[in-house]
């Protein structure tokens, strides 16, 4: 029984920045590899950033590469630089269990989540 809480969304001007967090409970959070999800408006779910097990590797999609940063330690972020209104969406955060080493890339992979943050950037 895995559980996902998440915070830090909210309503920002473009330029600004927002520190997503994302918790796991009820299992061993470092049996799992995360990542980060976004839904925005009028679009399908995609993946933006994923790290694997230990925090050593990550991947960012190419739409936030040079402006986005995934970390972890207790708990796994998602930093959020240089906001731009297309960041807008529903954020979610994703687990699953892996004994990989790398980032998951793959959205079928994860198999948690959580109830999601809203990120709204006004230009």
């Known amino acids: 029984q895995v559980r996902l809480e998440e915070s830090g969304g909210g309503l920002v001007q473009a330029g600004d920045s927002l520190r997503l967090s994302c918790w796991l409970s009820g299992r061993v959070f470092s049996d799992y590899a995360m990542g980060w999800f976004r839904q925005a408006p009028g679009k399908e779910r995609e993946l933006v950033a994923a790290i694997n097990r230990s925090g050593t590797n990550t991947w960012l999609a190419d739409s936030v590469k040079g402006r986005f940063t995934i970390s972890r330690d207790s708990a796994v972020y998602l930093l959020m630089d240089s906001l731009i209104s297309q960041d807008t969406g529903v954020y979610y955060c994703?687990?699953?269990?892996?004994?990989?080493?790398?980032?998951?890339?793959?959205?079928?992979?994860?198999?948690?989540w959580g109830q999601g943050t809203q990120v709204t950037v006004s230009s």
């Open positions: 994703a687990a699953g269990a892996t004994l990989s080493t790398a980032p998951q890339t793959l959205p079928g992979f994860y198999r948690d």
